[in-house]
């Protein structure tokens, strides 16, 4: 028996849908990656093909829309994959307290990415607003993990009952 196409569909439709938003929310407060709590839920989903499609198209909209040079957002969305499969050697992949740990250390990887490119490039960066957008990033990627990992789980009982 064939299997059906109908969930993958829904699937790519989901995470499109989730895109839009994204840029819209990354439009509304700048600074601030909304692609990020996309890329450590399609983690935790363990589902490699999903999360290298996802980072690819993240990266790419990251790339194009910047004014740093090419590969910070590589660099960026690497980081996040590390973080996350080396933590969860120690810790749940879904907890709460984990991902929150995750963004600290992506909010000070952000600092220090965004220092080491502008650098190369010559780039004057403000320390203060650069500081409080990571502390704004730290905050906010817990927040809307949470938001999205519900929302995942209930269209995933969805999908599956179909």
Do not use: H
């Amino acid at each position: 028996m064939r299997k059906s196409k109908r969930p993958v569909f829904k699937n790519i439709f989901w995470w499109l849908g989730y895109t839009i938003v994204a840029i819209w929310m990354q439009y509304a407060i700048a600074g601030v990656d909304f692609f990020m709590p996309a890329v450590i839920c399609s983690m935790q989903e363990e589902n490699p093909r999903q999360t290298f499609w996802l980072i690819t198209m993240f990266a790419l909209i990251q790339e194009g829309t910047g004014a740093i040079a090419f590969g910070s957002s590589t660099l960026w969305y690497c980081s996040a994959l590390v973080l996350m499969y080396y933590g969860r050697w120690l810790f749940d992949a879904n907890n709460f307290f984990f991902i929150v740990l995750v963004s600290c250390a992506l909010g000070v990887w952000n600092v220090g990415l965004t220092l080491l490119m502008a650098n190369l490039q010559s780039f004057q960066v403000n320390l203060q607003l650069l500081v409080a957008d990571s502390c704004l990033l730290a905050g906010l990627i817990p927040l809307v993990w949470f938001i999205l990992y519900s929302l995942r789980q209930g269209f995933l009982r969805n999908v599956n009952a179909t």
